[in-house]
């Protein structure tokens, strides 16, 4: 969302002393047996990229070499153009999320031995790229890698979609911010806008190794075959999500531009599944350009300064609410619900409804009680629904917000609305109400889970009865 900028990053920055080596991909997305083209700039004579899968644990899975050149850097909204180098992939590469390690050296073991990927995690020398399977594979679940909100927080260059240090006071021409998918940075090895997360602050926000990797060295330590794909393939494409029985999108998945939405909207119509493991998704519009190399978004309305909140405002023209609203593929919103962005806030966890439901066999939860309130479940950011009281009490969907007829809630968290209790809201179609977190599933053509909070990921290496109802969504909507 809009939280401000600290350019946390983690202690392997400040204990590394060696001469720096940056670099990014040419395209994020691979597929087993092409070439993965990376730009690198170093002053060095010879640097090292080590290649990495991440899984249950860091799995090393090979190298390149290459003699140095440094280029200088370029604007946040740009095609930095540094020296290319070329990799094939090997074909029998699994699909998966791999990190490439650059080094100032080229003959050295592999250096460090990473563990972990908040080990790997770092605001330079460090590059995320996916593999995407050559061929129909095993696997029935297809994991959507956020790239689009990797870039729209990346600081490369000095700016993001949020601010720029080339900022005059008003907003751009058109109202439109636009950054650059080929610079060092999203999701990993770049410098990161937001604050730190009190609840976890081994990894800034808005990373790869903060949201996405817990969740997947559980999803394949549980053993379950999994393919990966990014955003910007989605974009491009419905092709990547044939064959395939469950979408996932997990933690921030905050930007999504037209095409992605129309293909994961057609792949639930056709029968697919969807669970959203996260929150504030969908929220703004972005359009992508030259080639995949630019990532645009329309935030501010005409006249409005660059420091505006536009969250907080209407006639926003890159918000999916004001267009279409997000509500009628995730079943929630942000603007019916909140966050809360900076320093420890009170345990807040869901409200259990329909404890008899498949999703919480195993449990043992009953209707009334909490899930995940000791780890503050309920936080940095969450979805709800419109919702209505009964006379006794219960929380109904009112639909007007255009969540899908049968929207079913399943666990609910009402969040504080005292000022000083640190929670932000958004705008909404009307300003009266209840604001809650609203965990649930609907069925159009394919069933849509919905966690209704980005910490679900955080929170599910902490909790047992999370990892439960996780396992849950992931086998009953991955069956056949």
Same mark, same amino acid.
């Given at each position: 969302m809009s939280d401000t900028f600290d350019g946390t990053g983690s202690s392997d920055d400040a204990a590394d002393t060696r001469p720096r080596v940056d670099g990014y991909p040419a395209r994020a997305g691979v597929r087993a047996g092409d070439t993965l083209r990376l730009h690198v700039s170093t002053r060095v004579r010879r640097f090292r990229a080590d290649f990495y899968r991440c899984g249950v644990g860091l799995r090393y899975m090979g190298r390149l070499a290459g003699e140095g050149r440094f280029a200088p850097d370029g604007r946040p909204e740009g095609d930095w153009r540094w020296p290319a180098y070329d990799f094939p992939v090997p074909g029998d590469w699994p699909s998966g999320v791999y990190l490439a390690v650059l080094h100032a050296a080229a003959d050295t073991p592999p250096y460090p031995a990473f563990d972990r990927a908040e080990t790997l995690d770092a605001r330079h020398a460090r590059i995320l790229f996916v593999v995407t399977p050559r061929g129909p594979t095993r696997a029935r679940i297809l994991y959507k890698v956020p790239l689009f909100t990797y870039h729209a927080y990346n600081e490369s260059g000095g700016g993001s979609l949020y601010r720029s240090r080339f900022d005059d006071g008003v907003a751009p021409p058109g109202g439109t911010r636009s950054v650059g998918l080929r610079r060092p940075g999203g999701g990993i090895g770049g410098p990161v806008k937001g604050h730190p997360d009190a609840h976890d602050p081994r990894t800034p926000r808005q990373t790869f190794a903060h949201w996405d990797a817990p969740f997947i060295a559980w999803l394949e330590g549980a053993g379950f075959a999994v393919d990966y794909c990014t955003d910007l393939d989605l974009h491009e494409s419905y092709r990547p999500l044939d064959g395939y029985r469950l979408l996932l999108s997990v933690g921030h998945d905050e930007y999504w531009s037209a095409a992605t939405r129309r293909h994961v909207t057609a792949f639930r119509d056709r029968g697919g599944n969807i669970a959203f493991f996260g929150a504030n998704t969908c929220w703004w519009r972005v359009t992508v350009g030259a080639g995949g190399s630019v990532l645009r978004c329309a935030k501010y309305p005409p006249g409005v300064p660059v420091h505006a909140d536009v969250d907080g405002l209407r006639q926003v023209p890159g918000h999916w609410w004001e267009i279409a609203p997000e509500n009628t593929l995730t079943g929630v919103s942000y603007r019916n619900a909140g966050g809360h962005w900076s320093g420890r806030r009170t345990g807040l966890g869901l409200t259990v409804r329909h404890a008899d439901h498949p999703l919480f066999a195993g449990t043992g939860l009953r209707d009334g009680d909490v899930l995940g309130a000791e780890h503050a479940l309920v936080g940095y950011e969450c979805d709800g629904a419109a919702l209505s009281r009964g006379p006794d009490g219960t929380l109904a969907p009112t639909g007007e917000d255009r969540s899908? #007829?049968?929207? %079913?809630? &399943?666990?609910? #968290?009402?969040?504080?609305t005292d000022p000083n209790s640190g929670w932000y809201h958004p705008i909404r179609e009307r300003e009266t109400g209840i604001r809650a977190a609203t965990m649930g599933l609907y069925t159009h053509g394919g069933t849509v889970f919905t966690a209704a909070t %980005?910490?679900?990921?955080?929170? &599910?290496? &902490?909790?047992?009865?999370?990892? %439960?109802? %996780?396992?849950n969504v992931v086998t009953l909507l991955s069956a056949r």
């Open positions: 899908p #007829a049968g929207f %079913t809630i &399943l666990g609910v #968290a009402e969040l504080p %980005t910490d679900w990921a955080r929170v &599910l290496p &902490l909790d047992e009865r999370v990892r %439960t109802v %996780t396992r």
